[in-house]
T-cell receptor, first 116, second 116 residues
Framework: AQKVTQAQTEISVVEKEDVTLDCVYE???????LFWYKQPPSGELVFLIR??????QNEISGRYSWNFQKSTSSFNFTITASQVVDSAVYFC?????????????FGGGTRLMVKP | GAGVSQSPSNKVTEKGKDVELRCDPI?????LYWYRQRLGQGLEFLIY????????KSGLPSDRFSAERTGESVSTLTIQRTQQEDSAVYLC??????????????FGPGTRLTVT
């Protein structure tokens, strides 16, 4: 069965610091998809990124970057020069291709607090 | 365009009563999902609809939970004889056809259910 672990339940940083959110996953499938979502205080989940298991190329989008390593089953998320608006709960999620519905298995989330 | 909408945004009900939660997916999205998020936790998958196929109910926690979907539009999640442990935020998500490489799920704002 699939599983996603976000060992960091809460992280607090000061604005402009870099911060990395860890995500480790378990799956028996060779084809799967990994996601990160942001849940700000308003509560609505915001899609950030989708990565498929065949694409290990790291991705950068502005201050966000993602490091996917199949060898360690990790899909870590780094925010560079954090800002107060980055304060939110961040969820890593997994879906397996052989699961027709592609329903998501979520980690427990990491609450990021960025202080001014 | 319009995102996923859910109603009501908040619902307070007495233990033992039935409740109905509604979800309007993004137009053109054939897949619809319901998830539950208990306070301070990650999301748990409940049920999945895809077109006219039989729904995947594997995540429903008990037979008090049921859901329907009208074609590829509105869905309702019904909880009968509510219990206090049903208190949570119920999130609906929709996506284009899963497995087609565009299966990011977009979430609604959720319905916060409180059972007293």
């Amino acid at each position: 069965a699939q599983k996603v672990t976000q060992a960091q339940t809460e992280i607090s940083v000061v604005e402009k610091e870099d911060v990395t959110l860890d995500c480790v996953y378990e799956t028996r499938d060779t084809t799967y998809y990994l996601f990160w979502y942001k849940q700000p205080p308003s509560g609505e989940l915001v899609f950030l990124i989708r990565r498929n298991s065949f694409d290990e190329q790291n991705e950068i989008s502005g201050r966000y970057s993602w490091n996917f390593q199949k060898s360690t089953s990790s899909f870590n998320f780094t925010i560079t020069a954090s800002q107060v608006v980055d304060s939110a709960v961040y969820f890593c999620a997994l879906s397996e291709a052989n699961n027709a519905g592609n329903m998501l298995t979520f980690g427990g989330g990491t609450r990021l607090m960025v202080k001014p | 365009g319009a995102g996923v909408s859910q109603s009501p945004s908040n619902k307070v009900t007495e233990k033992g009563k039935d409740v109905e939660l509604r979800c309007d997916p993004i137009s053109g999205h054939t897949a619809l999902y319901w998830y539950r998020q208990r306070l301070g936790q990650g999301l748990e998958f409940l049920i999945y609809f895809q077109g006219n196929s039989a729904p995947d109910k594997s995540g429903l926690p008990s037979d008090r939970f049921s859901a329907e979907r009208t074609g590829e539009s509105v869905s309702t999640l019904t909880i009968q004889r509510t219990q206090q442990e049903d208190s949570a935020v119920y999130l609906c998500a929709s996506s284009l056809v899963p497995g087609q490489g565009k299966d990011e799920q977009y979430f609604g704002p959720g319905t916060r259910l409180t059972v007293t």
